[in-house]
């Protein structure tokens, strides 16, 4: 069974562009998270879905970053305009609603570099 | 709210030596408990779990006991390889609590000299 899978892997970009990263959750899972991971600030949540419905965006930074869920398969993360403060990896996630011990399952990250 | 609360890194050891990665926790209800870890430039990745009081979860030569007397959740190794050599992260998570996310540790850099 195929993991979640995030894209790009690394991408550099210049303030002030717009990035957007996108996530293939596991196939049957509920939930999907959002998490950024610094060396300042460790990993964060961001947002997480449910059945494609945003539950809790508290961890948000501000109004450059959105973030949807159109359908069960597909989630999209958008920095616009984009920082250097917002270099960090991106991790996807997922989770079943029921079983598994309520694992999370990472993908592999999104490495992003805003110079 | 739910916390994590892990040991102070980094730890270097030397090959084949014991491993003891200290991990406690702060929750309302009765949370489930993971160790992740990455490897350099890699994502995270589970290496273990306890779902209940007394559960040990084991992986790899890793193992970690739930105890709910105490709210910890400690990584040892009895004998660590270079190839453990990454980082650590102790986390719970409280569905039952409407907690459906993971509470991350600050996680612990662990390097293994051979």
């Known amino acids: 069974d195929a993991g979640v899978i995030q894209s790009p892997r690394h991408e550099v970009t210049e303030m002030g562009q717009e990035v957007t990263l996108r996530c293939k959750p596991i196939s049957g899972h509920d939930y999907l998270f959002w998490y950024r991971q610094t060396m300042m600030r460790g990993l964060e949540l961001l947002i997480y879905?449910?059945?494609?419905?945003?539950?809790?965006d508290s961890g948000m930074p501000e109004d450059r970053f959105s973030a949807k869920m159109p359908n069960a398969s597909f989630s999209t993360l958008k920095i616009q305009p984009s920082e250097p403060r917002d270099s960090a990896v991106y991790f996807c996630?997922?989770?079943?609603?029921?079983?598994?011990?309520?694992?999370?399952?990472f993908g592999e990250g999104s490495w992003l570099t805003v110079v | 709210g739910d916390s994590v609360t892990q040991m102070e890194g980094p730890v270097t050891l030397s090959e084949e030596a014991f491993l003891t990665i200290n991990c406690t926790y702060t929750a309302t209800g009765y949370p489930s408990l993971f160790w992740y870890v990455q490897y350099p430039g890699e994502g995270l990745q589970l290496l273990l779990k306890?779902?209940?009081?007394?559960d040990k979860g084991s992986n790899k030569g890793f193992e970690a006991t739930y105890r709910k007397e105490t709210t910890s959740f400690h990584l040892e190794k009895g004998s660590v390889q270079v190839s453990d050599s990454a980082v650590y992260f102790c986390a719970l998570s409280d569905v039952n609590f409407g907690n459906e996310k993971l509470t991350f540790g600050t996680g612990t850099r662990l390097t293994i000299i051979p």
């Open positions: 996630a997922s989770r079943a609603r029921q079983g598994s011990g309520n694992t999370i399952y």
């Open positions: 879905f449910n059945n494609n419905v945003p539950i809790d």
């Open positions: 306890a779902t209940k009081a007394d």
